[in-house]
Nanobody
């Protein structure tokens, strides 16, 4: 029984910024590798950024590299996705996921627990 909750989505104009947040309950946050994934209609869920349980290792997708930053604060049980210079193609439902293991993975199939998603819409 691990629940994942993400928040922070919304409507923003191209070039703007948003910060998504994620937390877990029913488990030990600091032991989970975490990730952000996104999905648009007609496409499968894709990795955006992942982070190890300690925060010492991160990986971001090429499509968002240089614009998005993943981070976590284990003292607050929070994980973040800072999104800057947003583009219309970033529009998607963004999901936070947690993995029962410290090493991060880019495949959605490697994650055990998922949030409900938060909508990010970037207008031009």
């Amino acid at each position: 029984q691990v629940h994942v909750v993400e928040s922070g989505g919304g409507l923003v104009q191209a070039g703007g910024s948003l910060r998504l947040s994620c937390t877990t309950s029913g488990g030990t946050f600091s032991t989970y590798a975490m990730g952000w994934f996104r999905q648009t209609p007609g496409k499968e869920r894709a990795y955006v950024a992942v982070i190890s349980s300690s925060g010492g290792s991160t990986l971001v997708a090429d499509s968002v590299k240089g614009r998005f930053t993943i981070s976590r604060d284990n003292t607050k049980n929070l994980m973040y996705l800072q999104m800057s210079n947003l583009k219309p193609e970033d529009t998607a439902v963004y999901y936070c996921a947690a993995r029962a293991g410290g090493l991060s993975r880019v495949s959605p199939q490697e994650y055990n627990y998922w949030g409900q998603g938060t909508q990010v819409t970037v207008s031009s």
